[in-house]
């Protein structure tokens, strides 16, 4: 059978588009993740901070209470070994048919593995 010159069929537009929604959840994933570390990181130095700045003021007041860590907002559960094998099966698949570079396998894979 003649291979089909052109665009995709049905079906490779329908695989193009879901690699296409996978990598866009998984990168807002990564950046709100970032994000939330980030502001972490800074309420901490500020925290840290005041802290010197009120011991300062009042060295001999008994020392405010410190506060309560902030909360964290709720993060996703890791994934489960199966999950994380079939998403690089996945990955795999998707760097046979050409969609991911080398690289783009090997980022992912990783990722994939420190989670």
């Known amino acids: 059978m003649p291979r089909r010159m052109g665009r995709p ?3 490779g537009t ?14 807002a994933g990564g950046v709100r993740r970032h994000g ?3 502001a972490a990181d800074q309420q901490n130095a500020q925290a840290q901070q005041q802290q010197p700045d009120q011991q300062a003021a009042a060295p001999q ?8 860590p902030q909360a964290v907002p709720h993060q996703a559960a890791p994934m489960a070994s199966e999950d994380r094998l079939a998403r690089i099966k996945e990955l795999g698949q ?9 690289q783009e396998f090997a980022s992912e894979k990783a990722r994939l593995l420190a989670t």
Not at 14 to 27: C, M
Request: aromatic content about 0%; hydrophobic content about 50%.
């Open 36 to 38: 939330q570390q980030k």
């Open 61 to 68: 007041a008994p020392a405010p209470p410190t506060a309560a």
């Open 14 to 27: 329908v695989a193009r588009t879901a690699v296409v929604a996978g990598t866009a959840t998984a990168v």
């Open 9 to 11: 069929g049905l079906m």
């Open 94 to 102: 998707m760097k046979d048919q050409g969609l991911l570079t080398d």
